[in-house]
């Protein structure tokens, strides 16, 4: 039987205003963002822009002020490690598999291109607007001449991994990477030598402040030096061994060396010696660049920015996190504009409270230096509410009580181990949830808390009840537990496995759901007796669970194939469970929402993203007179992957100048290739006009394995460069 194919298209707008895609999530903490950057380019003393994980794109035209952050630009949910500019407006950026992407208009707008290899892509350099070089893992090396419409692989020698390219000039080029390799060019790079430099440290950054002046730097504090243009290679060492990541100098004197946990080191002797100053941060800082009259920027792990005006003296941040948390343990929410979320510090070990009062758009911290720290925090209304928390060693915990909105929390009283969970029905009953099976009950706001009889002895994470009757506990090794007579007797049931649960959710008396380890969702509609499994085809961690109603439900985790935060939504009671993008590596620990489309996730290094939108990405209006149309191509992961026959997916054709101007999206085609290349179905071939489209493919009677499928509109290999091509991969599971 051959594939079947459906085509709906879901949405082209002709209004009189245009659109820029905008995700679905936004940044709240830290600001402006939380993903690692890995490189930078400085343009003046106002603009700024830098990129790192996830498609993360995040600049500045007023010196710091304001913040533009775009993720996924390119479409592309890969690391991006290297960018770079020959102008205001033309770049490159490239990533992971293989990924380049180009931008005409500053940032705005990014476009692929086609690299020809998978590798991962380390660093690019452009010597005028037509011609420059991509490096990689395995020693790559990409050239192009038609400014990236097409690239050439260039003959290294080498399989080492390839971290840095630079140019001296139009034909002179330096590229070094893994176990003291180095490379030079004095063609543009029809040949490549190596030098040996007598290093096996590997060689992550290197810049020439003319000809023959030149510094590289890498791990265990290595620093190289070359006055007569790379012949010859003096070696220095910095004394603390750190692991160097880029260098940069800002005229024949003086430069800068940036490192691992916030160290950098300043030179104003041409190199010869080094010495420490303070970045102001103990996170590692990948990349650092300047501007002509001493303004300089530095940008690292977890999102870090820091700046100096004064030639690189002093150095502040940028990078702004409330409460100074390490992660987001609970977010809890009373309306649309205040909230609460409970957190933590690693380094401190202490708890940290902060509130909202305007969406999240700003977080204050209502207590800090509680110790232990704080893993819950439960409102019944907006002025009273709880928290608990635990230590490490499950010894200790606590529970915090506040009457007048936050401004003060006072410890109640009560000997509790290690607590996770907290849950009231209303202002005197309630109860809370912790290690060791203990379940802790108040029926006068938490004066006295009781010890129940739970049963087990195993950890217990969560805690929900519909009324002051009926509740359920989870934990350990799968356990859940149920009351019908607010915790006086507690009866065990079945979850059908023995993963870890870490959140329950009911939305009446009969119909839950609770999540956890091992890609654990299951469901029950009969309060509990039987517990359905629902398959989300992907190896996750699932901390939280909430649904607004029967059909819409959020879950938020770990991605375990990517190592990223996951936001998982289902509009059908759970029978489907899709990815929305998140755009963010930090894992998610907590999701609440107070209506269908606003709600909040909480994580890893204090994370807090907000949608408006149901987590869907938006048409955001901008100035102008042209049809309101997407101005992005896209090509969405197929939902569900793996899958068994059918599956979807998702692309969008945007408004293109390339492709005719507005409303004009160009020849589609969408094609599914086995993992031989050969074409196994056709699901688009013909023009199609900018708007959302949806296919369902049907794999029925094709084998178990990998597919890819490739969308292509236009001519994206003609020598215009006009269109736009993408391939994913997808498996069919029998």
């Given at each position: 039987?051959?594939?079947?194919?459906?085509?709906?298209?879901?949405?082209?707008?002709?209004?009189?205003?245009?659109?820029?895609?905008?995700?679905?999530?936004?940044?709240?903490?830290?600001?402006?963002?939380?993903?690692?950057?890995?490189?930078?380019?400085?343009?003046?003393?106002?603009?700024?822009?830098?990129?790192?994980?996830?498609?993360?794109?995040?600049?500045?035209?007023?010196?710091?002020?304001?913040?533009?952050?775009?993720?996924?630009?390119?479409?592309?949910?890969?690391?991006?490690?290297?960018?770079?500019?020959?102008?205001?407006?033309?770049?490159?950026?490239?990533?992971?598999?293989?990924?380049?992407?180009?931008?005409?208009?500053?940032?705005?707008?990014?476009?692929?291109?086609?690299?020809?290899?998978?590798?991962?892509?380390?660093?690019?350099?452009?010597?005028?607007?037509?011609?420059?070089?991509?490096?990689?893992?395995?020693?790559?090396?990409?050239?192009?001449?038609?400014?990236?419409?097409?690239?050439?692989?260039?003959?290294?020698?080498?399989?080492?991994?390839?971290?840095?390219?630079?140019?001296?000039?139009?034909?002179?080029?330096?590229?070094?990477?893994?176990?003291?390799?180095?490379?030079?060019?004095?063609?543009?790079?029809?040949?490549?030598?190596?030098?040996?430099?007598?290093?096996?440290?590997?060689?992550?950054?290197?810049?020439?402040?003319?000809?023959?002046?030149?510094?590289?730097?890498?791990?265990?504090?290595?620093?190289?030096?070359?006055?007569?243009?790379?012949?010859?290679?003096?070696?220095?060492?910095?004394?603390?061994?750190?692991?160097?990541?880029?260098?940069?100098?800002?005229?024949?004197?003086?430069?800068?060396?940036?490192?691992?946990?916030?160290?950098?080191?300043?030179?104003?002797?041409?190199?010869?010696?080094?010495?420490?100053?303070?970045?102001?941060?103990?996170?590692?800082?990948?990349?650092?660049?300047?501007?002509?009259?001493?303004?300089?920027?530095?940008?690292?792990?977890?999102?870090?920015?820091?700046?100096?005006?004064?030639?690189?003296?002093?150095?502040?941040?940028?990078?702004?996190?409330?409460?100074?948390?390490?992660?987001?343990?609970?977010?809890?929410?009373?309306?649309?504009?205040?909230?609460?979320?409970?957190?933590?510090?690693?380094?401190?070990?202490?708890?940290?409270?902060?509130?909202?009062?305007?969406?999240?758009?700003?977080?204050?911290?209502?207590?800090?230096?509680?110790?232990?720290?704080?893993?819950?925090?439960?409102?019944?209304?907006?002025?009273?509410?709880?928290?608990?928390?635990?230590?490490?060693?499950?010894?200790?915990?606590?529970?915090?009580?506040?009457?007048?909105?936050?401004?003060?929390?006072?410890?109640?009283?009560?000997?509790?181990?290690?607590?996770?969970?907290?849950?009231?029905?209303?202002?005197?009953?309630?109860?809370?949830?912790?290690?060791?099976?203990?379940?802790?009950?108040?029926?006068?706001?938490?004066?006295?808390?009781?010890?129940?009889?739970?049963?087990?002895?195993?950890?217990?994470?969560?805690?929900?009840?519909?009324?002051?009757?009926?509740?359920?506990?989870?934990?350990?090794?799968?356990?859940?537990?149920?009351?019908?007579?607010?915790?006086?007797?507690?009866?065990?049931?079945?979850?059908?496995?023995?993963?870890?649960?870490?959140?329950?959710?009911?939305?009446?008396?009969?119909?839950?759901?609770?999540?956890?380890?091992?890609?654990?969702?299951?469901?029950?509609?009969?309060?509990?007796?039987?517990?359905?499994?629902?398959?989300?085809?992907?190896?996750?961690?699932?901390?939280?669970?909430?649904?607004?109603?029967?059909?819409?439900?959020?879950?938020?985790?770990?991605?375990?194939?990517?190592?990223?935060?996951?936001?998982?939504?289902?509009?059908?009671?759970?029978?489907?469970?899709?990815?929305?993008?998140?755009?963010?590596?930090?894992?998610?620990?907590?999701?609440?929402?107070?209506?269908?489309?606003?709600?909040?996730?909480?994580?890893?290094?204090?994370?807090?993203?907000?949608?408006?939108?149901?987590?869907?990405?938006?048409?955001?209006?901008?100035?102008n007179n042209s049809a309101q149309i997407p101005k992005l191509f896209f090509l969405q992961q197929n939902y569900p992957n793996p899958f068994n026959p059918t599956t979807k997916i998702k692309f969008t054709i945007p408004q293109s100048p390339l492709l005719g101007g507005a409303g004009k999206g160009g020849f589609v085609t969408l094609i599914v290739y086995d993992v031989l290349g050969k074409a196994v179905a056709t699901l688009v071939s013909e023009e199609k006009p900018a708007g959302n489209y949806e296919v369902e493919f049907d794999g029925e009677g094709l084998p178990s394995g990998i597919y890819f499928y490739q969308l292509r509109v236009g001519d994206p290999e003609s020598s215009s460069g006009q269109g736009f091509i993408e391939t994913k991969k997808m498996v069919l599971i029998r």
């Open positions: 039987m051959k594939p079947t194919i459906f085509l709906r298209l879901l949405i082209v707008l002709p209004f009189l205003s245009s659109s820029v895609y905008s995700q679905g999530w936004f940044w709240q903490n830290p600001k402006p963002q939380g993903n690692e950057l890995r490189d930078i380019q400085v343009f003046n003393d106002s603009r700024m822009v830098t990129v790192g994980v996830l498609g993360t794109f995040v600049e500045t035209t007023d010196g710091g002020d304001n913040w533009n952050v775009r993720q996924y630009i390119g479409n592309t949910d890969n690391w991006l490690f290297s960018i770079y500019f020959t102008d205001d407006n033309l770049g490159w950026a490239v990533g992971g598999n293989g990924k380049i992407i180009k931008t005409t208009d500053g940032g705005k707008t990014w476009i692929n291109q086609e690299s020809g290899t998978d590798k991962y892509l380390l660093s690019v350099y452009f010597v005028n607007n037509h011609t420059g070089w991509a490096v990689g893992r395995d020693g790559v090396i990409l050239n192009t001449t038609d400014s990236g419409m097409n690239w050439q692989f260039q003959t290294s020698n080498t399989t080492k991994n390839l971290y840095v390219i630079f140019f001296s000039d139009s034909i002179t080029g330096w590229t070094s990477g893994l176990g003291g390799t180095l490379l030079k060019t004095t063609n543009g790079g029809l040949s490549w030598n190596p030098i040996n430099v007598n290093t096996s440290a590997t060689l992550t950054s290197i810049y020439f402040i003319d000809n023959i002046n030149g510094w590289i730097v890498g791990s265990s504090g290595k620093v190289l030096k070359t006055t007569d243009g790379g012949e010859s290679w003096n070696t220095l060492t910095i004394t603390t061994n750190p692991n160097l990541n880029d260098v940069y100098f800002i005229n024949i004197n003086t430069g800068f060396i940036v490192g691992e946990a916030g160290k950098m080191y300043k030179t104003t002797n041409n190199g010869v010696s080094w010495f420490s100053i303070s970045s102001g941060t103990s996170k590692t800082l990948r990349a650092i660049g300047f501007a002509s009259n001493g303004v300089g920027w530095a940008v690292g792990n977890d999102g870090m920015i820091v700046k100096t005006t004064d030639g690189g003296n002093n150095w502040i941040y940028y990078t702004s996190s409330a409460g100074e948390t390490d992660y987001t343990s609970s977010v809890f929410f009373i309306n649309q504009d205040i909230g609460w979320v409970a957190s933590g510090n690693f380094q401190t070990l202490n708890g940290v409270i902060l509130k909202t009062t305007n969406g999240g758009s700003d977080w204050f911290t209502q207590q800090i230096g509680i110790s232990p720290a704080l893993n819950s925090v439960f409102f019944i209304n907006d002025r009273i509410g709880w928290a608990v928390g635990g230590d490490a060693y499950h010894s200790e915990g606590i529970i915090l009580n506040t009457n007048d909105s936050g401004n003060h929390w006072h410890k109640q009283s009560g000997e509790f181990s290690s607590l996770g969970s907290i849950f009231f029905t209303d202002s005197i009953n309630g109860w809370a949830v912790g290690n060791y099976g203990k379940i802790h009950n108040t029926t006068d706001g938490g004066f006295i808390w009781n010890l129940q009889t739970s049963g087990t002895s195993k950890d217990l994470f969560d805690v929900r009840f519909v009324d002051k009757n009926i509740g359920w506990v989870v934990g350990l090794s799968g356990v859940i537990l149920k009351t019908t007579n607010g915790g006086l007797t507690w009866i065990a049931q079945s979850s059908g496995s023995n993963d870890h649960l870490l959140s329950v959710n009911f939305i009446n008396s009969l119909i839950g759901w609770a999540v956890g380890f091992g890609s654990k969702i299951i469901k029950t509609t009969d309060g509990g007796e039987n517990w359905v499994n629902q398959n989300v085809g992907m190896a996750a961690y699932f901390y939280s669970v909430f649904f607004n109603d029967y059909n819409n439900g959020w879950v938020v985790g770990a991605n375990l194939n990517s190592s990223n935060g996951l936001v998982l939504k289902t509009t059908n009671g759970g029978t489907d469970w899709e990815i929305n993008p998140c755009g963010t590596t930090s894992w998610l620990n907590s999701v609440y929402f107070i209506n269908l489309n606003t709600g909040w996730v909480a994580g890893g290094n204090g994370t807090i993203l907000k949608t408006t939108t149901a987590g869907e990405p938006t048409n955001i209006e901008v100035d």
